[in-house]
């Protein structure tokens, strides 16, 4: 079952932010927030001053959204023109990875403000990208069974240099290929298929793997806009100075 007053809540029918509050709480710099926007890959809400005009307010979702990219950003070496991209692929994908990286007790009991330390969660979300170039989101069994999806590891794209080609992992589920034929026509559809089947075959036997769990950004950000501290353990190394000798214990 959905609870749509937990959706309310995270998906921005409560609170709203300004730029500066925005930027802080989701890492990205305003003229990068303006690039996520321009793309349609985070929505702003024009809300009028009280003496006239208007000024910009970012929702919550929004916020965490943005969070997410500046994860893919930092972790992938994408540039925010390749973040927006991404975060624009359709299917509402990225909106219920904010809804489910958070759960009811996080919202109606918030961690300990003593607790700065971010630490990963049994359901945590994943975003994978596998040999540099395809984007995969992964869900865990429990969230997959509540929002319908027939493949644990869900292909969003393709990444090439400047560009990234949408992709869709329902034609991977039974039916695939005759959907793909009703879609492309019955050539085209035969190959777009095969080059999914492609993909997911790289994927289980791929060269290399690179993973960031966007879940903890999320919690991170939501954390920062409620007025408490967050920080990652690769923080407080970076924050004491800790050198890699030290770490090691080297002399």
Not at 37 to 46: D, F, N, P
Not at 106 to 126: A, G, R, W
Request: aromatic letters at 8%.
């Amino acid at each position: 079952m959905v609870n749509h007053e937990l959706v309310d809540l995270v998906m921005g029918k409560n609170r709203m932010y300004g730029d500066a509050e925005a930027e802080a709480a989701s890492g990205v710099p305003l003229p990068s927030l303006r690039v996520l926007q321009g793309t349609g890959a985070i929505k702003s809400e024009k809300v009028s001053k009280e003496h006239g005009g208007f000024r910009r307010m970012w929702t919550e979702g929004e916020v965490l959204k943005a969070a997410i990219g500046a994860a893919l950003g930092e972790h992938f070496a994408w540039n925010i023109r390749m973040v927006a991209l991404v975060l624009a692929r359709g299917d509402n994908f990225w909106d219920k990875a904010v809804l489910f990286s958070l759960s009811a007790a996080d919202l109606q009991e918030p961690m300990d403000p003593e607790s700065k330390t971010m630490v990963t969660e049994e359901h945590d979300i994943y975003a994978d990208l596998i040999d540099r170039k395809f984007i995969f989101l992964r869900f865990p069994p429990l969230i997959l069974s509540r929002i319908g999806c027939p493949v644990p590891d869900i292909l969003l794209g393709m990444v090439q240099k400047e560009k990234f080609q949408n992709m869709s992992s329902v034609l991977l589920s039974p039916g695939g290929k005759e959907m793909a034929i009703q879609m492309f026509g019955e050539e085209k559809g035969g190959k777009v298929f095969n080059i999914h089947r492609l993909v997911m075959a790289t994927h289980k036997n791929c060269v290399s793997k690179s993973s960031v769990n966007i879940s903890m950004q999320v919690r991170a950000a939501w954390r920062r806009l409620h007025g408490m501290e967050s920080k990652f353990y690769r923080d407080i190394f970076d924050q004491q100075g800790v050198t890699h000798h030290e770490k090691s214990g080297d002399e």
